[in-house]
């Protein structure tokens, strides 16, 4: 593995409770990125980091924050959780392509979120 | 946001060949194709890229049409642990400080004994 963790793995929550989800690396990745996975849906972007303190929205940022002070912690906020965030939420981190064009993408092995 | 195309779900034999096919219409000419996929509940996994010329690495090979238009991955001698489904991607923005890929609902491949 790639040295990406994520916690907690599993949470159950009430509606409007607030949620703060780690991603946590050790491999000094400049990208970090937060996706949330839903049957019919696939995977989808919530919000992405490339650089501490610098992040940008995704696909699907409206109900999300996020923040990253330091290199190896990208953290998802859930101001006020809804039963339409109940999801799988998956970390990756990245460095910029190289000369090939690779961008790799390694995954963190997921949050399984309730919201109750 | 950048979009591609894949079939739903497609079925293959064991030993056989799976040929995944993706359209890119869209694709510009600096843009890469990158293939992954997710084995069950796990994180997605690389696969393989391609700019314009058909790669191969040791899990698949990667035929991109001429017109870059769309491409085809290549499972020679597909096993049951290669069901998972599959992402064909690229990224959505090009240049600048924002990389990252957005990913769809990519094609569920079942490999049957």
């Known amino acids: 593995d790639a040295g990406i963790t994520q916690s907690p793995r599993h949470k159950v929550t009430e509606t409007g409770t607030p949620v703060t989800l780690r991603c946590h690396q050790t491999?000094?990745?400049?990208?970090m990125y937060w996706y949330r996975q839903d049957p019919g849906h696939g995977l989808r972007l919530i919000h992405y980091?490339?650089?501490?303190?610098?992040?940008d929205k995704g696909e699907v940022s409206d109900g999300y924050s996020v923040s990253r002070s330091k290199t190896e912690d990208f953290l998802l906020t859930l101001e006020s959780a809804t039963s339409s965030q109940t999801s799988v939420y998956f970390c990756a981190i990245s460095d910029p392509p190289l000369s090939g064009g690779l961008l790799e993408q390694f995954f963190g092995p997921g949050t399984r979120l309730t919201v109750l | 946001d950048a979009k591609t195309t894949q079939p739903t779900s497609m079925d293959c034999a064991e030993g056989r060949a799976a040929n995944l096919p993706c359209n890119h219409s869209?694709?510009?000419?600096?843009?890469?194709v990158y293939w992954y996929r997710q084995i069950h509940s796990q994180g997605p996994q690389y696969i393989i890229h391609g700019l314009k010329n058909n790669e191969t690495n040791e899990m698949a090979s990667l035929i991109i049409t001429e017109d870059r238009k769309s491409s085809t991955l290549i499972l020679p001698h597909a096993t049951l642990r290669d069901t998972a489904v599959y992402y064909c991607t690229r990224p959505s923005n090009s240049g600048g400080s924002n990389y990252k890929l957005t990913f769809g609902k990519g094609t569920l491949l079942t490999v049957n004994p």
């Open positions: 491999e000094n990745h400049r990208y």
């Open positions: 980091s490339y650089g501490v303190k610098d992040t």
């Open positions: 869209t694709i510009s000419g600096n843009e890469y």
